[in-house]
């Protein structure tokens, strides 16, 4: 199974700040990499996939990049409503699995 | 829109059975493939279990083969998860989830509409 190590656990910002969250796998996926974003009782949303398209109504500042086993999503200024946890997922194999998330906090 | 609903989650002792349903509607639920994802309390989603539109196949995660069964009902535009012998590890959320992708044969793993869950717990 691919294991996929988020870091940091939590990421303290205030808005208007710029967000940089990193996923590492633990063998190359090439570009098979999704990010999910996860409020409190909420499901999870489809923010990035293909590590750098964004989901349909993802705002621009959202963006994505990285390929093999490093990959790094971006949020170039952040607004209230993006202080969530994110979850980076591959699905380089039909065992597809998921990190263990970033928690991004308003500081 | 699209909307997907869950139910049928509860709390059942271990070894015992649960069925699962997820209603679909806003979209063509017999041309996209869909998925079972979990989420343990704390933690992070976990893939459960795949079919794809005309059910020709099927994939779960390792953890629950033998035991779950994902399955469709394109008439009544339904989703299953029959559990059988669960057991407190899979205490969790469950969610139904689409397929990115409006595909037959290969799904691109991309989850991009997701129900709002249902809360299954195997305990004593």
């Known amino acids: 199974e691919i294991v996929l190590t988020q870091s940091p656990a939590t990421l303290s910002l205030s808005p208007g700040e710029r967000a940089t969250l990193s996923c590492r796998a633990s063998?190359?996926?090439?570009?098979?990499l999704a990010w999910y974003q996860q409020k409190p009782g909420q499901a999870p949303k489809l923010v990035i996939y293909d590590a750098s398209k964004r989901a349909t109504g993802i705002p621009a500042r959202f963006s994505g990049s990285g390929s093999g086993t490093e990959f790094t999503l971006t949020i170039s200024s952040l607004e209230p409503e993006d202080f969530a946890v994110y979850y980076c997922?591959?699905?380089?194999?039909?065992?597809?699995?998921f990190g263990r998330g970033t928690k991004l906090e308003i500081k | 829109q699209v909307q997907l609903v869950e139910s049928g989650g509860g709390v059942v002792q271990p070894g015992k059975s649960l069925r699962l349903s997820c209603a679909a509607s806003g979209f063509s639920f017999s041309t996209y493939g869909m998925f079972w994802v979990r989420q343990a309390p704390g933690k992070g989603p976990e893939w459960v279990a795949f079919?794809?539109?005309?059910?020709?196949?099927?994939y779960h995660t390792d953890s629950v083969e033998g035991r779950f069964t994902i399955s469709r009902d394109d008439s009544k535009s339904t989703l299953y998860l029959q559990m059988n012998s669960l057991r407190t590890e899979d205490t969790a959320v469950y969610f139904c989830a689409r397929d990115r992708l409006e595909s037959l044969r290969f799904p691109s793993h991309y989850y991009d509409f997701w129900g709002q869950g249902t809360l299954v717990t195997v305990s004593a």
């Open positions: 997922q591959q699905r380089s194999n039909w065992r597809c699995s």
């Open positions: 063998e190359s996926v090439t570009r098979n």
């Open positions: 079919v794809s539109p005309d059910e020709m196949i099927k």
